[in-house]
């Protein structure tokens, strides 16, 4: 069993930041964290599920959605099993449920396509007010 837990979200005003936290447990993760790719997706009411942000195996390739990059940072921490989005300069439009997602990686890489990822969390409500 894996288990992929978010935390972080809430209700804030547009230009205010979020931490958003993802911590990775069960078999799995215990043994092989460091061997799995992570992402952030978001998906707000009617639009389809898209990556925010991907990290790669490492830590060492990261990638950020062109209407993120700049105000949020993905980062992970492979001792701790965690994984964070910094985010800043909230835009109403920002307002979405985020999931953590992992994959196993195979080479040291993001991965932005949904159908990639093994596990997800259950997600985390965030709302930007304006």
């Known amino acids: 069993q894996v288990q992929l837990v978010e935390s972080g979200g809430g209700l804030v005003q547009a230009g205010a930041s979020l931490r958003l936290s993802c911590a990775a447990s069960g078999r799995d993760f215990s043994t092989y964290f460091s061997s799995y790719f992570m992402g952030w997706f978001r998906q707000a009411p009617g639009k389809e599920r898209e990556c925010v942000a991907a990290?790669?195996?490492?830590?060492?390739?990261?990638y950020h959605a062109d209407s993120v990059k700049g105000r949020f940072t993905i980062s992970r921490d492979n001792a701790e099993k965690m994984v964070y989005l910094q985010m800043n300069s909230l835009k109403p439009e920002d307002t979405a449920v985020y999931y953590c997602a992992a994959g196993r990686s195979y080479y040291d890489n993001y991965v932005r396509s949904t159908q990639d990822y093994d596990y997800w969390g259950q997600g985390t409500q965030v709302t930007v007010s304006s």
């Open positions: 990290v790669s195996s490492s830590g060492d390739k990261t």
